[in-house]
């Protein structure tokens, strides 16, 4: 990997909130949240479903489902069954739906290197076609560690006029 702009020249100092990746796992970083993230994918709406099939307590469940609707990875949208109180089920979102290649990229690092006993494989529904999930860049190159360049600008823990929070 290369490093550019102040990325290479932080020294010891932290990224903190100018980092994209630990500005994810903000979100992301509990088994819960990933595990409810997996479910939403895997077609999973309401409540009871994502509780029942992550194996989660109700709790735990609604703790997740509020953060992912506050981040905006999850929305709420009204039902209601006849002769029942209305109710929200849990859709993803555009920005949910872009998490589909990171989720499945988990899938498939694990069923390489550390496989369950029936291990989940990615096909795509049209051609039956094994799906995997690499990087490339835009032209279309499969890219490695060693191909990419990350360049950032940002003083990483220096006084900051524009905080990235703020």
């Avoid at 993803?92 to 899938?107: E, I, K, R, V």
């Avoid at 499969?142 to 003083?155: Q, W």
């Amino acid at each position: 990997m290369n490093l550019e702009g102040a990325l290479a020249h932080r020294d010891n100092r932290p990224v903190g909130a100018y980092c994209s990746i630990e500005r994810a796992l903000d979100v992301l970083s509990t088994r819960s949240a990933m595990l409810v993230l997996r479910e939403a994918f895997y077609g999973a709406t309401r409540f009871e479903e994502f509780a029942a099939r992550a194996d989660l307590t109700d709790a735990t469940t609604a703790a997740r489902l509020r953060d992912l609707v506050r981040t905006g990875i999850l929305d709420t949208r009204p039902y209601q069954e006849p002769g029942q109180r209305r109710r929200h089920e849990y859709v993803l979102t555009p920005a949910g739906n872009d998490l589909m290649p990171a989720l499945f990229a988990l899938l498939q690092w694990a069923n390489r290197h550390d496989p369950p006993p029936y291990p989940p494989q990615l096909t795509h529904h049209h051609c039956g076609q094994p799906v995997s999930i690499e990087a490339r860049c835009e032209a279309g190159h499969p890219v490695t560690t060693d191909d990419i360049t990350v360049t950032a600008a940002g003083p990483f823990g220096l006084d900051d006029p524009i905080a990235p929070d703020g």
